[in-house]
């Protein structure tokens, strides 16, 4: 071999070694590149299956729950309120029936006149349940956070209907006068309490019920963690010191109720509230402002219309109506 021919078969190791060394350099840059990827692929696979634990799952209707660290529990954070509505004195299952919870879930009752209402907020609720041709029931529950409260509701017949001649006669009055707000107009007509009506209801339903009664009556708002009630600390019911005033139930006395001297609240016509020992106080922000025509208020006993009388009314007496 020639000095030429050796020159050359050096020079062409050379290149061959430099071609192998970049060839391995990126045969590792791939390897490496997968490996990489696959571990992310494997972190992206463990972390949600690790974020479970004691995380807070968000249900559309089904409220929102906590698993445990086991992820076997599950704790809900709602209530929920099954049961039946029946027609008094057959106990029929009235299909149709409405079942509101205040402020804003409702359900209505299938063939077998049951109903299911989910996503409760714990606290205390006005449930009114309605159908036509039965007088409305309405009641207050105290729901805890996954409580699964069932009830039976039976709704009492409404009255008969009044006979041709009185409804013909009722007819030359203007419709706002005829039903359940009859009183309402022939009150404000003589200018008997103090009201908000409608327009104002509506053009102030952003803000809570308790909030616009303080603003345009002359009463006072007691607030707790619990709720808004209508009453005062002053002008207490002679005769009764502070151990003998209403405070309400062990409930609202856990969240803050004080003794007090309450009004009595009527909805639709329906006491819902009457001062007593021990008788579970009424939230007015319970009831959505956007589902209310009118409310009244009369101060005193004095003031308050005969059919709303009586002892209750001493401390004052609140009147809502419902659309």
């Known amino acids: 071999m020639t000095n030429a021919e050796g020159a050359m078969s050096c020079r062409k190791a050379d290149w061959i070694f430099v071609q192998s060394r970049r060839r391995l350099a990126t045969f590792r840059a791939v390897i490496t590149a997968v490996i990489t990827a696959t571990l992310f692929s494997l972190i992206a696979l463990l972390l949600p299956a690790a974020a479970a634990r004691g995380q807070t799952v968000a249900g559309s209707d089904k409220g929102t729950a906590r698993v445990d660290t086991s992820g076997s529990t599950v704790v809900r954070h709602y209530a929920m309120l099954h049961g039946f509505v029946l027609v008094d004195p057959t106990d029929k299952p009235v299909p149709g029936a409405e079942v509101f919870v205040a402020p804003d879930h409702s359900a209505r009752t299938n063939d077998a006149g049951e109903f299911r209402i989910v996503g409760i907020p714990p606290g205390k609720h006005v449930v009114v349940v309605r159908h036509l041709g039965s007088e409305p029931i309405i009641v207050s529950l105290d729901l805890a956070a996954g409580d699964t409260i069932a009830r039976e509701f039976v709704l009492a017949p409404a009255p008969p209907a009044l006979d041709t001649v009185s409804v013909r006669a009722r007819q030359l009055l203007s419709a706002v006068t ?106 007015v922000n319970s009831i959505p402002v956007t589902g209310l025509q009118a409310v009244e208020y009369f101060p005193g006993a004095a003031e308050t219309p005969p059919e709303y009388g009586g002892t209750g009314a001493s401390c004052g007496t609140l009147l809502i109506w419902t659309r």
């Open 178 to 283: 005829l039903g359940k707000m009859a009183g309402y107009a022939s009150r404000r007509a003589q200018h008997i309490g103090r009201a908000i009506d409608s327009t104002t209801l509506q053009r102030e339903n952003y803000r809570d019920l308790g909030d616009i009664l303080r603003a345009h009556l002359p009463l006072n708002i007691l607030a707790t963690e619990g709720g808004s009630y209508v009453g005062s600390t002053r002008g207490m019911v002679s005769g009764l010191n502070a151990d003998g005033q209403p405070s309400g139930d062990a409930s609202d006395r856990r969240r803050g109720a004080i003794p007090a001297c309450y009004a009595q609240v009527y909805v639709d016509g329906i006491r819902v509230y009457t001062p007593a020992k021990d008788a579970p106080l009424f939230d």
